[in-house]
């Protein structure tokens, strides 16, 4: 399971799994020792405080794969950085996003061979919960339909 989550991040570590009917859920933490200020680009290693962070990826084993991660917020350290705290961030995950990059790049790729609706069907089954209209969010944020 390590080996997997390292894919996305090597800086991400297991804590535990379970999987629970068709879906898997996996715990993890970041082991990063400092993050970047995403507002000044000044890096930190005061960690401010924790939350929990939850999104999709591509299945595992052919379960729906559920990611917990547990997020921390760090202090700015730079004066001049109108922020005093920033949350730690992850190329592979947007910003309030609720599934990795690689996951939203498989739905956009399954729903341009076929219909919204005929996607969801299939994607809800094997993949990923995701409504039709999530569905056509993503086509026209990508500028795919228009």
Request: hydrophobic share 35%; aromatic share 10%; proline share 1%.
């Amino acid at each position: 399971m390590e080996d997997l989550i390292k894919l996305l991040d090597e800086n991400l570590e297991v804590d535990t799994y379970e999987v629970i009917d068709d879906e898997i859920f996996i715990y993890t933490k970041s082991i990063r020792t400092e993050a970047t200020c995403p507002y000044c680009g000044h890096s930190s290693s005061k960690v401010h405080s924790f939350y929990t962070r939850e999104f999709n990826d591509l299945p595992v084993l052919g379960k729906k794969s559920n990611i917990i991660l547990k997020n921390r917020k760090f202090f700015c350290n730079n004066s001049d950085c109108k922020y005093k705290t920033f949350a730690e961030t992850f190329d592979f995950l947007g910003f309030k996003a609720k599934k990795t990059k690689r996951l939203e790049e498989y739905i956009i790729n399954v729903s341009q061979n076929t219909s919204s609706l005929a996607a969801e069907k299939m994607l809800k089954k094997n993949v990923v919960q995701v409504g039709k209209s999530s569905i056509c969010n993503m086509l026209k944020k990508r500028n795919i339909n228009g």
